[in-house]
């Protein structure tokens, strides 16, 4: 089974303007912006062996907020601008459907679709729903410091995505007595 690395899209992929306190996702495609450090460090983790999948819940579809269509182009631009295996999305505005995040599901469908060990897995996040989703699907969080992160259980939190790359290339190396290919 494989390992894999889990990546919120906004504000860790993309970048998100912060507005009267909160993140503010991109609606349009000329406000998303791939976050510039991230191709690199996500070639590092795809040099490592890792299966690298970004992780969304997009509520503003189902509202109508946010076309299916322009959801897809900035994918589409999220695909050719990093080394991403996969792209697993929450488009429900309904808190208790199984892939909107505190819950698993995204994570537990991935685990399926990709053959992974979860326990070998990652999380890499700004947001609190992250942290709870990997705990109960036995993932290590590594959550980048915001003030979404709450005060549930993290396993880390560092700064920024360099050091969470960092951090996690020094767990494999703890974990698993070998080199991994990381900066």
């Known amino acids: 089974m494989k390992a894999a690395i889990f990546f919120e899209r906004d504000g860790v992929l993309n970048l998100c303007e912060t507005r009267h306190g909160h993140q503010v996702v ?7 912006k791939v976050n510039p450090v991230a191709s690199v460090l996500l070639h590092q983790l795809k040099l490592a062996g890792f299966v690298l999948i970004a992780t969304t819940h997009q509520p503003a579809v189902a509202r109508g907020d946010l076309s299916r269509n322009e959801l897809d182009l900035m994918h589409m631009i999220l695909r050719r601008k990093l080394p ?12 208790s459907h199984p892939c909107q995040k505190p819950q698993p599901g995204m994570f537990l469908e991935a685990a399926f679709k990709w053959s992974l060990d979860l326990d070998r897995s990652y999380i890499i996040s700004d947001k609190w729903q992250d942290a709870k989703a990997g705990q109960v699907a036995g993932c290590t969080t590594v959550m980048i410091r915001s ?26 190396n703890n974990l698993y007595g070998r080199e991994v290919a990381m900066a």
């Open 147 to 172: 003030p979404w992160i709450g005060d549930d259980h993290h396993d880390f939190v560092v700064d920024d995505l360099e050091t969470a790359v960092a951090k996690i290339g020094l767990l494999q």
């Open 84 to 95: 991403l295996d996969d792209i697993m999305l929450c488009p429900h505005d309904d808190a």
């Open 26 to 32: 991109p609606l349009r495609l000329e406000q998303f």
